[in-house]
Nanobody, 113 residues
Framework: QVQLVESGGGLVQPGGSLRLSCAAS????????MGWYRQAPGKQRELVAS???????NYADSVKGRFTISRDNAKNTVYLQMNSLKPEDTAVYYC???????WGQGTQVTVSS
């Protein structure tokens, strides 16, 4: 079955950076569009960045210009480079295919001074 394992989260000060990774298995990774989603406390899960199998990207307005999604099909891995982090970026971050299937455990990102 499909397994998605996110990593790279942590506690960072406002203005800092983090790079998230998501290792996928159990699927033909290269043919799937992939996305990074996040869920903040008390809020619905939202899609913040996506990348097609051809490498075209799309971003939510709230992260445009600060986050960069990329993928390495040889490693079955998708990344999210997050720069200029803000407290409102605090959430559990998940990767998934588009549309989403089974969720992984996510990785916590906390932006706080």
């Amino acid at each position: 079955q499909v397994q998605l394992v996110e990593s790279g989260g942590g506690l960072v000060q406002p203005g800092g950076s983090l790079r998230l990774s998501c290792a996928a298995s159990g699927l033909i990774f290269s043919i799937w569009p992939m996305g990074w989603y996040r869920q903040a406390p008390g809020k619905q899960r939202e899609l913040v960045a996506s990348i097609t199998r051809g490498g075209n990207t799309n971003y939510a307005d709230s992260v445009k210009g600060r986050f960069t999604i990329s993928r390495d099909n040889a490693k079955n891995t998708v990344y999210l480079q997050m720069n200029s982090l803000k407290p409102e970026d605090t959430a559990v971050y998940y990767c998934n295919i588009l549309p989403p299937g089974t969720w992984g455990q996510g990785t916590q990102v906390t932006v706080s001074s």
